[in-house]
């Protein structure tokens, strides 16, 4: 296929991934619903059910981009413990264009802005001190980092002794026909909807690239091992089309 045999992922670095999403912030919200046929929405409730804060929580959503994560948090604080405003969430991302169109959403939304602050930062150099949050969430972040591991050591870092460590990520789909179909459909799908609805065929075969690319459900819960955490575990969404990969600090 056209993307098989296409060098665009070849020596892909900082550069290349910060035009991907400063292109593509604009139409970033409308392209995951058309993408995944609104299904991200329901992986993103779950995954906050998943995460399950407690009150009081300090929350970091690195790559956290136009703030889908971190609204859903504050949505999940204000049913499960309303008018209380002890918790708090970081949005860390390092496009300047995602974290405007971020903000915008939020006031558009009306949330509270002294419970969410907006920080530009590089997931593999977090601009945080040692041991500062209660938990840190990655979603559809990690495989855009060029680095994984020093991402993953800085989320161990900043995490809090107890700190929890949760990633949504594309992962790997074992089901032989459900793999071909989903085949079918990124490679040969997204990359047309991205020209045709945000004229940016590029940067949408990048993103389907990179999902290829990333590690398997095991290997990547192998390299959150490594960076120290202990009672890693995952889930698989959607047939492994998606997972939610979870561990500790110590
Ligand atoms: N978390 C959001 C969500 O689930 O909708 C946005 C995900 S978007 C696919 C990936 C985000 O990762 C982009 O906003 C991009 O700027 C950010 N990103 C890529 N490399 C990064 C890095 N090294 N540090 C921090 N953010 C990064």
Known sequence: TTLVNCNLAKDKGEAFVHNVFSNVADSYDKM???MS?????????YFIKTLDPLKSTHLLDVAGGTGDIAFRFLDHMKC????????????????ENMLEVGKKRAVKHGYDDSLIEWVHGDAQKLPFPDNSFDAYTISFGIRNVVNIDAA?????????PGGIFLCLEFSKVRTPVIADLYDLYSLNIIPVMGEVVAGDWRSYQYL?????K????????????????????YKNLTQGVAAIHMGYKR
């Open 32 to 34: 995951n619903d058309l």
């Open 37 to 45: 046929g609104g299904i991200h929405r329901l992986w993103k409730c």
């Open 80 to 95: 499960k413990y309303p008018n209380d405003k002890s918790h708090k969430v970081t949005v860390c991302d390092i496009n």
């Open 152 to 160: 993953l050591q800085e989320s161990y870092r900043v995490l809090k």
């Open 208 to 212: 389907v690239e990179s999902i290829r």
């Open 214 to 233: 990333f590690p398997d459900q095991k290997d990547f819960a192998d390299m959150i091992r490594s960076a120290g955490f202990h009672l890693v575990s």
